[in-house]
């Protein structure tokens, strides 16, 4: 079964979101990084670069396909996971850590009280997989 | 590995081949110049010394000819093609290639004139060409044909740019239609072309019957700024739309055109015509439909065909008819110009004539019949084992997932590669995205029930094996000169260049 930590908000495209003041930062769930597989390449927006929610802001490769990222909150790119360039098979290992993608600063910080709870996000994918 | 359960092939018996410069000896040549009869130039007054190298040639491989024949006739053999048997690539329609086509093609008169020659010099290839176009026309009702794109991506760019063009000339530039519709089962060539030609790209769903959702194509067309809708027939999951009128008129009464992307007529050839569904534009993979070289290098063609109302847009130069004689025509002010170098593939032109003519009406649509039969075969003989996403009949192939063997801990990727065990080229796979570990196959009408049986055999064995020896199956192939390879540090830190080992130097 998919890990799925309590203190984060999910999104229905299998993003993460954790809120940090009045910046977030968003990866992808433990769940996706196994459906994808072996992930050999991650895109990413640049610093500055804005999106509002459900927009897709970056890529992930697998040996599979290539999936478009989206993001699950309006926001400013104010950093990057650069090392994600060289590295792309972290996202595999640590979703959640070292394989976080993106802090945006929030443009609407109400928008994360649509996001799914954990639990919310956990009977979720156990739909998707039934 | 349990060898013993292997039926259809053994292991090699030779080793893996070395590279060319692994098999490189000091010294080797495969020529030998007469000796010199005239006096020598010195070098240096012919080629510069700093254009030169000063390294003896270090690294590149000395060999015989007999050396580099063998090498290349070996790799040759370990290759799988249409000519061994099948090959069912979901949505890649890899049928036989017949041996008259290639014959045709080989024409001195074809296979010789230059792309240069003066019309009235080319009036044969140029017939070739305009009744090729006659009989793309008819088997589409799309009456506006250009035989120019090299291949399928390109034919659906030349499309979304003749949508472009029309929109354009209809309500003046700036009219702010830029949003062009592509269905989440598409091939992703198609919002890349999209993309390419200036258009953002919105997502339409599919319902869980497998179709285009057609509540959603309302209300994405609802905005005012859809340019059009590039729509698969049948779609990617093998099912026909069978709501395509209806999608259509939903797209037209927005003010949009409607591209569909050819890439699977074979189900639909002498049956059914895109032009009568309400298409405005449609591209054809003559290498997939029209049996022309698929993959190798083909070349590919990807023939665009479309509407009277969009004939104006299409390339120069346009092959006409003046009494008996064949033009090119160049004087078409709306044209979007030339999208390829003289007047596309040309030789793929003569083989897909020469497909058309020797089957005829009867022969195409049997075809036609024969492809979507194979794969309802397949789909109603396979449906004990493998999990079947959606439950329409299918047209010419057929989306399994791997569901049930998933159970086991046995994947998509793991049936595949022991698919190779058994003689079969493995099917598409994780395509289309929105199915969960897919395997799409299209067996096309080129294999007989033999063959399919052994084909069905060979997937029953593997669901077999995956609940009872799941390992087998996990760490296939087994009868290849090299085992499982690590696709993702290939991909995540390919060696893209040789590089001397400690062997080769003292070598």
């Given at each position: 079964?998919?890990?799925?930590?309590?203190?984060?908000?999910?999104?229905?495209?299998?993003?993460?979101?954790?809120?940090?003041?009045?910046?977030?930062?968003?990866?992808?769930?433990?769940?996706?990084?196994?459906?994808?597989?072996?992930?050999?390449?991650?895109?990413?927006?640049?610093?500055?670069?804005?999106?509002?929610?459900?927009?897709?802001?970056g890529s992930v490769?697998?040996?599979?396909?290539?999936?478009?990222?989206?993001?699950?909150?309006?926001?400013?790119?104010?950093?990057?996971?650069?090392?994600?360039?060289?590295?792309?098979?972290?996202v595999n290992s640590d979703p959640?850590?070292?394989?976080?993608?993106?802090?945006?600063?929030?443009?609407?910080?109400?928008?994360?009280?649509?996001?799914?709870?954990?639990?919310?996000?956990?009977?979720?994918?156990k739909k998707e997989t039934e | 590995m349990n060898g013993s359960k292997i039926t259809k092939a053994t292991p090699h018996v030779t080793q893996?081949?070395?590279?060319?410069?692994?098999?490189?000896?000091?010294?080797?040549?495969g020529y030998r110049l007469p000796a010199l009869d005239v006096e020598p130039t010195p070098i240096d007054e012919i080629v510069p010394a700093e254009l030169r190298r000063d390294d003896d040639l270090e690294g590149v491989p000395e060999l015989s000819e007999v050396d580099v024949v063998r090498h290349f006739t070996r790799l040759s053999t370990w290759n799988y093609a249409v000519d061994h048997g099948m090959y069912p690539l979901g949505s890649c329609t890899m049928k036989y290639n017949s041996r008259l086509n290639e014959k045709v093609a080989r024409i001195a008169g074809f296979a010789n004139l230059h792309p240069l020659a003066p019309a009235e010099e080319a009036q044969g290839a140029l017939e070739v060409l305009y009744e090729l176009q006659q009989h793309l026309a008819e088997i589409t009702g799309l009456p506006g044909v250009s035989l120019q794109p090299a291949a399928g991506a390109h034919g659906e760019m030349t499309g979304v740019m003749l949508i472009r063009a029309y929109l354009d000339a209809r309500d003046g530039k700036g009219h702010g239609r830029d949003v062009m519709l592509v269905p989440d089962s598409a091939h992703g060539t198609n919002p890349a072309s999209a993309n390419l030609s200036g258009f953002r790209v919105k997502t339409v769903r599919t319902t869980p019957e497998g179709l285009t959702d057609l509540d959603q194509l309302r209300e994405l067309c609802a905005t005012g700024d859809v340019a059009g809708l590039m729509l698969t027939n049948p779609n990617t999951l093998g099912l026909f739309e069978r709501n395509i009128r209806e999608i259509c008129h939903i797209v037209h009464e927005a003010?949009?055109?409607?591209?569909?992307?050819?890439?699977?007529?074979?189900?639909?050839?002498?049956?059914?015509?895109?032009?009568?569904?309400?298409?405005?534009?449609?591209?054809?993979?003559?290498?997939?439909?029209?049996?022309?070289?698929?993959?190798?290098?083909?070349?590919?063609?990807?023939?665009?065909c479309c509407t009277a109302a969009l004939e104006p847009f299409l390339p120069v130069p346009r092959i006409v008819r003046e009494g008996e004689a064949f033009k090119l025509d160049y004087?078409?002010?709306?044209?979007?110009?030339?999208?390829?170098?003289?007047?596309?593939?040309?030789?793929?032109?003569?083989?897909?004539?020469?497909?058309?003519l020797t089957h005829g009406p009867d022969g195409m649509r049997e075809a036609t019949e024969a492809a979507v039969l194979n794969a309802r075969y397949i789909a109603q003989a396979l449906a004990s084992d493998y999990e079947k996403p959606y439950q329409a009949p299918p047209m010419h192939e057929v989306v399994f997932t791997d569901?049930?063997?998933?159970?086991?801990?046995?994947?998509?990727?793991?049936?595949?590669?022991?698919?190779?065990?058994?003689?079969?080229?493995?099917?598409?796979?994780?395509?289309?995205?929105?199915?969960?570990?897919?395997?799409?196959?299209?067996?096309?009408?080129?294999?007989?029930?033999?063959?399919?049986?052994?084909?069905?055999a060979a997937m029953r064995a593997i669901a077999r094996e995956a609940e009872e020896e799941p390992e087998t199956v996990r760490n296939a192939p087994h009868t290849t000169r090299i085992g499982r390879l690590?696709?993702?540090?290939?991909?995540?830190?390919?060696v893209l260049r040789w590089k001397p080992t400690a062997k080769a130097e003292s070598a």
């Open positions: 079964m998919a890990h799925v930590p309590e203190d984060l908000h999910y999104s229905k495209d299998h993003e993460w979101v954790r809120v940090e003041g009045d910046t977030a930062v968003i990866g992808i769930t433990d769940y996706a990084q196994h459906s994808l597989g072996d992930i050999v390449y991650v895109e990413l927006p640049r610093v500055g670069d804005s999106f509002a929610a459900h927009d897709a802001f490769e697998s040996v599979k396909a290539v999936s478009e990222v989206y993001a699950p909150v309006s926001g400013e790119v104010i950093e990057v996971n650069e090392s994600l360039q060289d590295e792309p098979e972290k959640y850590g070292d394989g976080w993608m993106v802090r945006v600063r929030l443009l609407d910080p109400g928008e994360v009280d649509s996001l799914l709870t954990a639990a919310e996000y956990e009977d979720y994918i | 893996n081949e070395d590279l060319l410069f692994e098999r490189s000896r000091r010294g080797r040549i003010g949009g055109l409607v591209y569909m992307d050819g890439a699977n007529m074979n189900a639909l050839v002498g049956w059914a015509r895109p032009g009568d569904m309400g298409v405005d534009v449609i591209h054809l993979n003559l290498h997939k439909t029209f049996s022309t070289p698929h993959g190798g290098g083909g070349p590919g063609s990807g023939p665009c004087d078409r002010p709306q044209s979007i110009g030339r999208v390829r170098a003289f007047y596309g593939n040309f030789g793929m032109a003569v083989r897909a004539l020469a497909y058309i569901k049930r063997q998933a159970r086991k801990g046995v994947h998509t990727l793991d049936i595949a590669k022991r698919l190779i065990d058994y003689g079969f080229h493995p099917p598409t796979i994780y395509f289309p995205l929105i199915v969960q570990g897919a395997m799409l196959i299209e067996p096309t009408e080129s294999v007989g029930r033999e063959e399919l049986d052994q084909f069905v690590d696709e993702a540090a290939a991909a995540r830190r390919p």
